[in-house]
């Protein structure tokens, strides 16, 4: 009896920590940083803004992109600002706060020292 359980718990160890079943669960999350090298990120307002492949994620960020660059155009003017779509995992908050809430700081409050 022993012996056929044995290699059912095997196999179901090896599923649940394999690499994949990691991939598997965490989506691709579209941001918007607006304007461009501004750091004001924030998750795109859209129908769609979780991706669960990283292909789909890109392909909507160049889509707005490309559409961003056309309307920066339009405005004919030089040096015109405009945002700009990347796309991160769902584990990556690009925010300068996004750090400090991962840490269980408060960004609001000033750190230690600082008024």
């Not at 990691?22 to 579209?30: D, G, K, R, S, T």
């Not at 015109?80 to 991962?102: I, K, N, Q, S, Y």
Request: aromatic content about 10%; hydrophobic content about 40%.
């Amino acid at each position: 009896m022993i012996c056929a359980i044995t290699p059912w718990i095997c196999f179901l160890i090896l599923i649940a920590f394999s690499p994949a079943s990691a991939f598997a669960e965490c989506a691709w999350v579209l941001w918007v940083e607006a304007p461009e090298a501004s750091d004001q990120w924030s998750v795109v307002r859209t129908p769609q803004s979780q991706f669960g492949a990283r292909e789909e994620c890109q392909r909507q960020a160049d889509d707005l992109n490309a559409l961003e660059l056309t309307m920066a155009k339009g405005e004919f003017r030089t040096g015109a600002t405009h945002d700009v779509f990347t796309c991160f995992p769902c584990t990556v908050d690009p925010r300068p706060e996004g750090a400090l809430l991962l840490e269980g700081l408060d960004p609001q409050t000033p750190k230690s020292g600082q008024r």
